[in-house]
């Protein structure tokens, strides 16, 4: 046992990172050789680089660019430019994708998700890194530390992900990238480049800015980026709540006020080195994330501070035969959260600590088989150990640490490969598999004062439970695509994905309702205990998505998926029956309670529709497009007939897109039903139907770019269906004493506005 203050335990199992620091270098065996990025992917970010950087000239009707690889789509590059101008949070940009939702949490924090399965259970890697949430509430989530100005393609895997984007998953996978180094070439030896920009929304008094500057040789690129945020609390269009004090004493918070909204200080900072020869290039970036402050208003806590550090070292080398990525990369982070300005403080605040570290190595190969056949293999090795402990302020909760999870580790050894054949044609198929064991631990916890039966008799029971588990996943995905003629592709295909509990499921073990609620990856504001026991999750998908447009791709078209998941031992919940948890919170049915984790059957299905048309030929005064966006999905547990949580009710988006050179307009219509699906055993709450109208537009220069936006035209109240619990003010430690309820508002207008400069030598 170890207590705050006192030194961390050697990491004996470090060494493996060292060891595999001489991976990378080895000797590209073909034996060694494992998957990377499709080709069809790179060949076409090089293309669209091109098209980002070019100023957009609407002469005759543009193609849509079209997605080349297998199960992925992306947002349009210039919504994507709209959206990332006037927002820190980078999952934001993926609001508009078809079947992708967005969970609320902080403000720089919110969670995607894809066709109901969300977080965790999704892939989301941020320029190929695997990044881990460090957090009981995964506040420090992975697209919290993207820059969303530096992010220059989005890639969302949907329907089938193929196994060489990503396993322990058992949703899709989205990868975010930024733009690849930029070299000199004869005619100009050298460049220098920049950019500096600054975004400002009315509704929270949002501030943010960010800056870049890059210069480059022939051989060598050296790039620097800082950006940095702020908002207050946001506000909804109307009261939701009484006007009360947060915090003892302290000013009273209005009723339209979203309290533990607010957020500053988020600092990203990132140094990027690169050198190129012949087919080859090497990568090193540091970069480093610091947050001053972060509300949640469906957690009973904020983040008080985040450090995260990252270090990534990547090799790629490019041949007739292939091509060839090796990765290495080491993840710090040290994560406080505390009570913010909105709530109790109890005289002592409630400090809880978090440190973890993440080592990662990654190799993959693309290589070209004779009758355009593709292989890809790949392997990855991650390590990632936590600590999450609270400091004691005395009372109950004191003399000792309390521990939440002591030496945490997660251990994952991925191999896979991937097989692509282009038959003829119009048929294109790829079949991969992947092995994934999956290692967890945690080590011994104390509570407070094990003397007291609030902590000792669940320490006394987890200490004497045997805590490592081993899993042995594997995935499979078979897709195949079908062009038949210009103006119509289907593309279809099955799914088994794995995913092993994170430690955040496994290892939380007080029944104290205070420390159980501190225990929350979802916002619901009920406390969970975790269960060792739990067994990984498996998804079996099939999915089937038919295109059809016109053979230029210029003017319509008009795309359907639908697809069915059924999931084998789906990490649900059940009402906590045992330890400290009260008879009454077996029934309670409005009222914030205990669960336990628990594996049970689980099927979500849905349907993604989605119209595009060019309503002219372009002509002086630009081009009109209209396009349509309908995403059904339902969520149901089998094992108890109840419904899953945070599931989108359906919803629809129309929008009017003017395209005028590179002055772009977008009036959109969003429109939700009411939630009456809902997780019972969760008390989850039902939400309203509405809709909202919001407006953009983005006019750009050769050296200046203006971004301005009006989101909630007509300033309608709804609560977010998949905002969460409220518990953002007030006593939040305890069951009963936060009203129950009350769902998290969406924000009232807001006037957006963003102004950015660029130069190029
Ligand atoms: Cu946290």
């Not at 881990?132 to 820059?147: E, F, G, I, K, V």
């Not at 998804?539 to 003017?555: N, R």
């Not at 359906?650 to 219509?669: C, F, K, Q, R």
Request: aromatic share 10%; glycine share 10%.
């Amino acid at each position: 046992m170890i207590t705050a203050g006192a030194a961390w335990p050697s990491e004996p199992r470090c060494d493996r990172s060292r060891r595999l620091g001489g991976f990378g270098s080895r000797r590209a065996s073909a034996a060694a050789l494992l998957l990377l990025v499709p080709l069809s992917v790179a060949a076409e970010e090089e293309s669209k680089r091109v098209n980002m950087e070019e100023v957009i000239e609407v002469t005759a009707p543009k193609a849509k660019s079209k997605d080349t690889t297998l199960g992925a789509s992306r947002p349009e590059n210039a919504d994507l430019a709209a959206r990332k101008a006037t927002t820190g949070d980078a999952a934001e940009l993926l609001r508009g994708v078809p079947g992708v939702t967005v969970n609320g949490a902080g403000g720089i924090s919110s969670l995607p998700a894809i066709h109901g399965l969300a977080d965790d259970r999704l892939r989301i890697q941020v320029d190929g890194a695997d990044l881990q949430p460090a957090c009981p509430n995964h506040m420090n989530s992975p697209l919290s530390y993207a820059d969303p100005t530096r992010i220059e393609s989005v890639t969302v895997f949907s329907g089938i992900a193929p196994v060489s984007v990503g396993g322990d998953s058992i949703g899709g996978s989205i990868q975010i990238k930024s733009a690849p180094p930029e070299f000199a070439t004869a005619s100009a030896p050298f460049i220098a480049s920049g950019r500096v920009g600054s975004f400002y929304r009315s509704n929270g008094d949002a501030l943010g800015y960010d800056m870049r500057a890059t210069t480059a040789l022939k051989w060598l690129n050296v790039t620097f980026g800082q950006s940095d945020s702020r908002s207050d609390n946001v506000t909804a269009a109307r009261s939701f709540k009484p006007v009360a004090p947060g915090s003892e004493g302290g000013a009273p918070i209005p009723g339209d006020v979203v309290a533990s909204s607010a957020y500053r200080g988020t600092l990203k900072r990132s140094l990027a080195l690169a050198l190129r020869a012949d087919g080859d290039l090497l990568q090193l970036e540091a970069s480093q994330q610091k947050v001053g402050f972060e509300g949640f208003p469906n957690q009973r806590m904020d983040m008080t501070a985040n450090d995260n550090r990252l270090l990534t070292l990547r090799y790629t080398r490019t041949r007739a035969w292939g091509d060839l990525e090796a990765r290495l990369s080491f993840q710090d982070t040290q994560h406080e959260m505390n009570m913010g300005p909105d709530r109790y403080s109890y005289g002592t605040g409630m400090p809880m600590d978090t440190e973890a570290k993440t080592w990662g190595a990654t190799i993959k190969a693309n290589v070209i088989l004779p009758d355009r056949h593709l292989l890809r293999v790949g392997a990855e090795y991650q390590y990632h150990t936590l600590y999450d402990f609270w400091p004691p302020v005395g009372g109950s909760m004191g003399p000792n640490t309390f521990w939440n999870i002591d030496y945490g580790e997660r251990r994952r050894i991925d191999a896979f490969a991937e097989w692509e054949a282009r038959w003829t044609r119009s048929w294109l198929s790829l079949v991969g598999v992947r092995s994934d064991t999956v290692m967890t631990d945690a080590g011994p916890v104390q509570g407070y004062d094990d003397a007291l039966p609030a902590w000792g008799a669940d320490a006394a029971a987890f200490n004497a439970s045997q805590r490592r588990r081993v899993d042995y996943n594997w995935d499979l995905a078979a897709l195949a695509r079908y062009t038949p003629d210009p103006t119509q592709t289907y593309e279809g295909g099955y799914a088994r994905k794995s995913r092993s509990p994170n430690l955040h499921q496994r290892y939380p073990w007080s029944t104290n309702a205070m420390a159980a609620l501190m225990n929350n990856l979802v916002g619901d504001g009920n406390g969970y205990v975790g269960l060792v026991d739990l067994r990984p999750e498996v998804a079996h998908t099939v999915s089937l998505t038919g295109d059809w447009h016109d053979a230029a791709q210029a003017w319509w078209d008009v795309k359907a998926t639908a697809y069915y998941t059924h999931v084998q031992d789906y990490i649900d919940a059940r009402r906590c029956d045992f330890g400290q948890c009260s008879p009454e919170n077996a029934t309670a049915t409005n009222s914030f309670v205990l669960l336990q984790y628990v594996n049970q059957a689980a099927r979500l299905y849905g349907l993604d529709l989605s119209a595009r048309r060019l309503l002219n030929e372009p002509r002086s005064w630009g081009g009109l497009t209209a396009s349509a966006a309908l995403n059904y999905v339902r969520g149901d547990n089998l094992s108890t007939g109840d419904g899953l949580y945070d599931i989108m009710p359906p919803n629809a988006t129309l929008a009017l897109v003017h395209e005028m050179g590179t002055w772009i307009s977008t009036a959109e219509v969003l429109a939700v039903a009411k939630k009456s699906h809902v997780s019972r055993v969760r008390n989850e709450l039902q939400t309203g139907g509405y809709c909202v109208v919001n407006l953009r537009s983005s006019y750009e220069w050769k050296f200046v770019r203006i971004d301005a936006g009006i989101e909630n035209l007509l300033n309608r109240f709804y609560f977010n269906p998949l905002g969460g619990a409220y518990v953002g003010q007030g006593p939040s430690m305890s069951t009963s004493s936060i009203p129950w309820g009350v769902a998290v508002p969406g924000p009232a207008r807001s006037f957006n506005v963003a102004l950015s400069f660029k130069f190029h030598s």
